[in-house]
């Protein structure tokens, strides 16, 4: 019996398996019989080591939640944050990028996208993004974040980019 042929089918049968899975809306986590407490456990350590400006473990920690359930908004956010506290400017507009299509009513993603854009002198593209905040800022919870959203957008030139679409 071949072993390497034996190993390499096993591996192609366990990447099918793991694309299936994920095609039905499946995580890794569902693999190893997490569940929500398991989650929120690891959430609340990566939030307490973010709070103490711990951003390097935080980062493991909420990189582990985003591998293990990549449905839950709340892991990339906080992920595509700690990202953005440790510089990693690119890779956090990556994933609040993915926060944002998880849900598209929440325009704080998006903000934070601003925040980092400006962070790596795409001006223009931040003032779009700023644009896209404040059409989305509507409603009275968000508030807070529109005046912070105009305020950034004034220091930024004024006038949000338009869209060139």
Not at 4 to 16: D, E, R, V
Not at 104 to 121: I, R
Not at 141 to 148: F, I, K, P, S, V
Request: glycine share 8%; proline share 2%; aromatic share 10%.
């Amino acid at each position: 019996m071949n072993t390497t042929s034996t190993a390499a089918g096993g591996a192609a049968n366990i990447g099918n398996q793991l694309l299936d899975l994920f095609a039905n809306g499946g995580t890794l986590g569902w693999i190893f019989d997490y569940e929500d407490a398991d989650y929120e456990v690891l959430y609340a350590l990566g939030h307490s080591m973010y709070a103490q400006a711990r951003y390097s473990d935080a980062l493991r920690v909420f990189g582990y939640l985003v591998t293990c359930n990549h449905m839950e908004k709340r892991f990339m956010n906080a992920f595509a944050s700690t990202l953005q506290m440790l510089g990693g400017y690119k890779d956090a507009i990556k994933y609040y990028s993915l926060a944002s299509v998880m849900d598209m009513s929440d325009p704080l993603p998006t903000f934070h996208t601003a925040e980092c854009m400006n962070a790596l002198g795409m001006r223009d593209e931040a003032r779009e993004a700023l644009g896209y905040v404040l059409r989305q800022s509507t409603a009275p919870q968000y508030a807070e974040l529109a005046q912070r959203a105009r305020a950034m957008l004034e220091l930024l030139g004024g006038a949000a980019a338009p869209a060139s679409h």
